[in-house]
């Protein structure tokens, strides 16, 4: 069974730093794509960042510059370090898995629970 565990949220000031963590477990047959997304209350939800195993990786024009998305194959764990972080970042951040290098929710197969990231101005 896929599982997306997320982890690393919380209450940071404008300005800040946050680092989230994407374990991931149970692929049997390939590396997937693993893609960062997140959902403000109100909102649709939107791709942030997604990498291959390669290292090719894709990101939204909101994010560009103050996020990298990094991955330790070791641990089998997909990293977005934020910074510079805005209030309007605030949201609950997935990550999920799929086979299509894209930002496109509705290309992944398999999310995580969310994790919540508050910026308080």
């Known amino acids: 069974e896929v599982q997306l565990v997320e982890s690393g949220g919380g209450l940071v000031k404008v300005g800040g730093s946050l680092r989230l963590a994407c374990a991931a477990s149970?692929?049997?047959?390939?590396?997937?794509?693993i893609a960062w997304f997140r959902q403000a209350p109100g909102k649709d939800r939107e791709g942030l960042s997604c990498?291959?195993?390669?290292?090719?990786?894709y990101y939204a024009d909101s994010v560009k510059g103050r996020f990298t998305i990094s991955i330790n194959s070791a641990k089998n764990t997909v990293y977005l370090e934020m910074n510079s972080l805005k209030p309007e970042d605030t949201a609950v951040y997935f990550c999920a898995s799929g086979d299509v290098l894209s930002l496109h929710a509705l290309l992944y197969l398999h999310w995580g629970q969310g994790t919540q990231v508050t910026v308080s101005s």
């Open positions: 990498m291959s195993r390669s290292g090719t990786t």
């Open positions: 149970g692929f049997t047959s390939h590396d997937p794509i």
